[in-house]
């Protein structure tokens, strides 16, 4: 099995920044794309960040320029760096991971428990 834990996320004012980190762990052979997701209640969950293996990377218009994803493949970590949070940011975020386990022909992703990120004065 695979475990995600995300960890970084907290009570931040207007204009600040957080950095959030997730480390995947388990019978891991290899990663493919690492992502971050937010989900507001009663919202689908969107994407935030997205990178890949090869470390080229997409966001959406709505955090373009504020947030970095980054990922260190041989720790499996990835990480996401938030600038000029806005109060619209507030809502828990989600590690996602494309992982080939052992034993398996496909990578499956996995998702981490999730961590709430308020923006607020």
């Known amino acids: 099995q695979v475990q995600l834990v995300e960890s970084g996320g907290g009570l931040v004012q207007p204009g600040g920044s957080l950095r959030l980190s997730c480390a995947a762990s388990?019978?891991?052979?290899?990663?493919?794309?690492m992502g971050w997701y937010r989900q507001a209640p009663g919202k689908q969950r969107e994407l935030v960040a997205v990178?890949?293996?090869?470390?080229?990377?997409n966001y959406p218009d709505s955090v373009k320029g504020r947030f970095t994803i980054s990922r260190i493949n041989g720790k499996n970590t990835v990480y996401l760096q938030m600038n000029n949070l806005k109060s619209d940011d507030t809502t828990v975020y989600y590690c996602?991971?494309?992982?080939?386990?052992?034993?398996?022909?496909?990578?499956?992703?996995?998702w981490g428990q999730g961590t709430q990120v308020t923006v607020s004065s």
């Open positions: 990178i890949a293996s090869g470390y080229s990377t």
């Open positions: 388990g019978s891991i052979v290899s990663i493919n794309a």
């Open positions: 996602n991971a494309d992982v080939l386990t052992r034993g398996r022909a496909l990578y499956i992703p996995y």
